[in-house]
Structures are given as C-alpha cells and as structure tokens.
C-alpha cells in the first residue's frame, strides 16, 4: 500500500481533526503568570535545509572520513582550518568556538548519526515527520503541541511562542500557541485610540472558535504583556552578551527578553536557514557552511551569555531534516541524506561528550551506499529531553508511534 | 450577487466595483472566457504605469549589460544599481495585481511562481529573477503545463538556484578538481514540479535524471550573455530509466524528452490538480473536483485555461461551505484592501516594506516549496498585528506610496450607522451579523470616523477571509 492510501485509510479511523487552535484558552486570560522563575523553558531550533552533521561534528577519527570529502573535508585538529577537537575521534567545525567552549563545561552534548527512520530526502517531508514527531506515519499536530497538550494548561499568553510570521509545524495543533517576528509592534500600538481600535478588533472576534478568532484575542494579551514587561527599545543585555545584528541574532535576543521578563515563556521555536549546502559547501575556513556556521554559534553564545542563571532553567535543542550525503558531490557541495549531528545544550545535561552509536563510513556501513546511518531515532532524544527537562510523564502520548520503554536512552541526563 | 463575489475573491486580487459589474453583466463562464485571453484585454492603463519602470522587458543579457555590478570603488550611476531590476519587477507585481484587468493572469503568475519558487535576490538571480517572472512564467501561466515546466528548466534563474548550472558528468579537470553530478534540481523536479513527494520515485530515479541533465547550464559570466546553454562536454551520455522510463542517450534532446514524459504522468496532474484546487477552492480540497481537474489535465495535455475552467465552473466551487474558506496571504490581503477601497498606488517601491513584517516578502522565500498559502502558515499574532497597523496607516493616508481617501467610499459625507453601513456596503463584502453591529457600534459609540472604521473594516474576519 502506498503511503498516501496508508494515511487516508489512518486518519479515516481517527476522525479528521478540523484546524482548531487555543481551545484550551479561555477569552480574558489573567495578566499573572502561572509560571514562576524556576520552571523549565525548551527551544526548539530548527536548522533548515538539512545541516550536514558530518562537517558541523566532524568525525575526523574516522579512516573514511577525509576520503570521502576531498575537498570539503574538515582537516584534523591542530592544522590551518582544522577541527577543534572533542574527544579524539570527532572534532567541531572551526568556526564553532563558543559550542566548544560550552561542550569542555558539560553543557553541551551531541548525538550523532541521530534522525529518522524515514528514508525520505525530500526536506518537505522529512521536516514535516520531525516536526509532527513521528516515524513515517504523518500526524495532524506538531510534537511541541502534544507535549503542550499533556502539561498544565497555562493562561500565559507567551506560554508557547513560535519567533517569526507563523506559528510552526511543531508547536501547531489545539493548544495554544503565537507567533511574533519582534517585540516592537507591540509598541507600535500604545495610544488610547489605538487602544479602542485594538478592542473594537477584539470584541468582534470575542467569540470566533477559529485561526482568526483566537489569533486576534491572542494579539490584544500579547500586547497587554508587552507593552508593560516587553519593551525592546528598554531591553539591556548582559554578562557582555555580543549580540550581531543579523536576524537570527535579534530573534535570540527576543527570547532572553522574554524569559528575563519572567512572561511564562515554557516552549519556544526559533528558526535558522542557509544549511542546503549543495554548492560551495567549503570546509573549515570558508564557503557556505562556515557562513551558516557563523551566524549560529555567536548568536548561541550571546544568548547563552545574556541569560546568565536564568540559563539553569532553559535547554536548546537544536535540530535539522537529515543530514547530507557522505560524499561530497561534483559541485563542492552534499546532496541530501539521511543521518546527522543533533545539539543539547543545558546546564544541567551530563554534556561535554558526543552520545550515540558510531556507525562508521566505510562503503558498507553507509545508509543505502552513500549517507551516514542512523542509529539513534529523533524521538528517542526528544522524548528524554521532555521527560527529563520538561518533567513530562507521557512521552508516549507525544510520540505515539516510538516505544521509549524499549529502547536504551540516548542517557545525557 | 454573493456567488459573483466569492468567484472574483479567488480569480483575482480582489473584487471591485468595476469588476462586481462586468460579473453581473456578462456572467461568470463569459468574463472567465475573456480573462483566459489576456492578449485581447486592453489593459492600458497599468502598462502606462509599468512605463515608469525601465529594466522590466528587458532580457537577463541586457540587465547584465544595462546594471553592471560596480568594480571596487567605483559608485554605479543613479537608477543603474545592480539590484534595481529586481527592486523594479518587484514594484511591477504590485501594480499589476492592484491594477491589470487581466486579474486571472497575476494570480496564476503568482500560483506558479510559487510552485517553481526561485529565490530572487542572489547572485546572477538579480539579473535572471526579473525575466522569469516576466517571460518565463508570466507568458505561459495561462498555456500548458508541458511548456511552462519546460521553460522553466531550461531558465537561468531555475539553473541557478537548484544549482544544476554546476551538474556535471564524472571528470577531473586539469587541476585536479573532480566534478559530478548535483541532484538538487532533479529532486525538486520530480517532488514539487512535477510528480509529487509520494508518487514512488526512487533515489535511483533522481541519480538518473541528474545524469540526464548534465550540460543544461547558463552561458559563462565572461562572455557578457545570461542565457540557457547546453555543455555537450559536460554531458554524461547514455540510457537511463526514469520513473519507469527507458530514455536513449540524444544530448540535450535526452532531457527534453524526459521533461516531457513527467509533465503528463497521471501522478503529475494529480499533484498539479492537488495544488490548483487547494488554492482556488479549499486548504482541504475536496476530492471529487480533484480527480475532475486531474482528468481534464490528462485529456487536454495539461491545458491550464481548461483546468482554470474545471475549477470555476465546478459544482463543489460554489458550495457554501468552501465560501469564505480561505485566509488572504499577505499580497492578497494588502492587495485586495487597496481593490476594495479604491486605494492607489503612487510609488510601489516603499509600498515593498511592509512584505517582511507580513512574513512574505516578494520574491524572497528561501525553501523551494515556495510559500504556502494555507491558513495556518499565513496569519500568526504578529502578523495579525501587523496588517491591523497597516490598515491604520493606510486608512490615514500615512503608507508611503499609497493615496487612500475615505471620500470615495463616502461620497455623502454620512455619520453615525449610516457611515458604517456605506463603508461596509462599498467594500462589497457580505459581513456576519456580529461583525456589522461592531462596526455600527465604533461609529456610533467609540467615536470612529471613516478612515478609522475603513481600517477596522479591513481587518474584520470577513475581509482577512475570501
């Protein structure tokens, strides 16, 4: 049977499930927070496009490593371009000196030749997998949302917040959930006639059930909260936290603000582009990677900088679609994959090592012939980072189609 | 009166009186006749618009010519940016969704160019995006789909941007460099072009198609031309299968014959039946008008007017459930607020802005899936809030580039309900119950006055929906 009928035969017996977010909201939420500064806080960024695991985390131990990429190979420590070490065996990419320096504190840790059971390569789908959670079986709502849904619901109306125009694929589904790009227009509108204007907006929607009901009672407490705690143009970052003036920056720089103002932030998704390196991919000093690279790591730095203690309570999980063919192709660049380099990054996770079975890139070992194999599912690690972190007792509820009771943890906790 | 509405919600960028009326009196199998003949529209009044705009005819090879990239140092001479003819087709989308009668003719503009997304604004794509849209697309988004698909593959900016200008077969070159294949763009040609993410290719397929296209390249920068070329000495020969498909070694003819073959596999009108009547009628489109549309596609070799017809003409179109089903996309939204109130356009390029903070910028989404017009992904809170402050500015005359004046939809100069009443009846939507009394209620009670109520208007649910 193929997929397609496979999945309209599943959902028929499931009853389909209408577009319906927020139910769990009630209109006029309480200004307070339900959640005090201790509880938990995940971010969820996703790095799209397919990031290839095998230059970011560089098995450079590996004999059939620097064959396969002649050119685009990351050369071993301790030579011009070459990768900072880790353990012997792998090495980071060079221009990811702040991950190094969080990974020799502990907290930081990978796991490589993690990802899908899926053999797809298409990054619609295999993104739409992950972020939904499950193996090959595609489910209405995102992983992030189930979990929303097995937690207490929350009256905070920064509870769950996607940073850019819409909310995304994982945090998707009936609990609730915004999506903003920045904290100015939240300011932008401030006047008492814009007051009037924003509730006239409100009242006719007050009683919508649908995207456009919800979303319009969710802007006007979005604005309720962030005009008195949000304020950009107020916001100081600190420890010397060095944010750069790039877009992924500012976005970080948002969340650091949300979670210092202490607005009940609990999930978060952030996203980062630029890792379908098909064409000068380069190794470790230039080309298309190192430039992804060198937008990722100063902006983690300056926000793991900026948040200071309030970092104790908050965990980056930082993940891709798949990664990139072992072989570099015939255009400096990789093709999609399969296998690849996830992050945890957490003060608390038992980090400073790279977790995960190596499964080699010798010919035979490679994922049909040609990608790094997978021996650590996705869900295997998400499911630990919610229960572990998150304090999450369903797990299996969030992923319905991955049985953590028989499998061994992935154990950075 | 409300079905004539909701056809003109879908087959352009919004109603307006002007074309409430010509619905009303020619019907709609008549007006849809005459939009699927866009040669034979007179469309001058926004062609003397577009006059205003030099480098939009222009080929890539004169655009590389006309707005050379500065040498260091040098400053390039006012208007001769390098960056300017995409700034300039850019502002051309804008005024002809706001202004083209041949409204059918944008949106589908709009509809393929997001199906064959290219990212605009990047390297020689300055030079390459602008003739895509114009020509490559424009020019056959009403033809068939055979043709379009393959005019898209052999043009500079889809070579460029799935990298396929680089593909090559196996080879060392003289220093040293080893070359070979890239499958980026027969990938997507076969996922989001043509068959669809789960028609059941094989990896294999994919290899074999890159194989096929080896040498479809764009000419070298130095010989001062942006143009399609096939490289014979770059070409991997042989006989590859593809999709169940033997297709013997011809050249460059190998590759046309395979673009044929998958622009009318049935996988491939189901897709493109899939898309067109997600877009046209519901994000969950009903399944019989698909399998019609996918008929019509496999009995027509893919004839875009007779599946614009299918669609329109359909039953399943006009059931009330599929009314109002739909969330604007923001060039829809901003768009159609400006049809609806009579708004113009003085000056599109800082009319561009306001893309980036409706999460759509033109021409600029990065994935090659092009952006997605399903609800979900097209209105979040910030974005929601973002429209609401655009109606505002808009509504006060304060946009820079639009001129909106409340007198048109006001002529009488009425207050109270009966100003509501007129500004909810000139902008032609059929408001809900609730909506209208809230209206009636900030003009009576909160004090409203007609630019604040044609922005309030503009937001409601019955607006941002079509």
Redesign the interface.
Known sequence: M???EFLKKSSQALGSLP?V?GIFKSAGASVTSTTNGSSPILIALFL??GADGLNIVVPYGDPGYSGLR??IGISAPGTQGGALDLDGFFGLHPKLPAFKSFYDQGKMAMVHACGSPSE??????AMDLMEGGSGTVKLDDGWLNRYLQTSIPSQDIFHAV?I????VRSL?GIASS?????LD??H??GSN??K???D??K???A??Q????Y??R??LE??EIGQDKLDPDAYVPENGADYQEDEFSSQLKILAQMIKADVGLHVATVDL??W?T??NQGGGESGALANALDILNPGIEALITDLGNQAERTLILIMTEFGRTARQ???G?T??GHGTVLFVIGQKINGGRVYGQWPGLAEKNLY?G?DLAVTTDFRQLFGEVLEHHMNCAEIHSVFPDYDHTNNTPVGLF | MRKNYHFLSRATFGPTKESMQQVESTGIESWLDQQLRPEQINNSRVERLLGSLPSLFMSATELLREYPRPEQGESPAPGKEFWRPFLEVSCATLLLARYSESQLLEIMTNFWFNHFNVFGPEGINFYATPPYIMETIRKNALGTFPKLLQKTAKSPAMLYY??NY???R?MVLSNG????????YA?ELM??HTLG??A?YT?EDIINAAKILTGWSITRPRTGELDFQFYENIHEPGTYQVFGQTFASRGMQQGLDMIAYLALRPETAQHVAEKLVAAFVADDPPSRLIQNVKDVFLATGGDIPSLLKTIFLSREFYEVKYLRAK?KSPLRFFISSLRATGADILDAEPVLRPFQ????PLFRC????GYSDK????????????E??LT?TMAFDRLRGVSMSPSKLNPDNLTGIDLADALMEGILVHFEH??AE??R??SLS???GPR?LI??IL???DF??Y
Do not use: C
């Not at chain 1, 649908?210 to 009901?213: F, M």
């Not at chain 2, 460099?177 to 980026?184: C, D, R, S, V």
């Not at chain 2, 609800?375 to 973002?386: N, P, R």
């Open positions: 193929k997929r397609r577009f977010t799209r496009g002649p050119t797809t390569r298409s990054h619609f789908d996607s850019g125009p819409a909310v998707s915004i999506a903003i790009s920045n227009i939240l932008m509108s006639r814009m009037t204007y924003l006239a907006i009242e006719m929607n009683e919508r649908d995207i456009i009901g979303t319009a969710s802007m979005a604005i582009g630029g379908d098909h064409t192709n015939g255009s660049g093709d999609h049909q040609r | 799935l990298d680089l593909s090559s196996e460099e080893e070359k070979g294949i890239n499958e980026n990938r996922e989001l993410v789960d059941g990896q969330i903070s409706l999460g759509q990065q994935p090659p899936t609800k979900e992904a097209v209105l979040g809170t910030g974005v929601f809030l973002s609401s402050l505002r609730k909506t809230v209206v209620k900030a909160y004090g409203f604040e922005s309030l937001v409601t649910p941002l929906l």
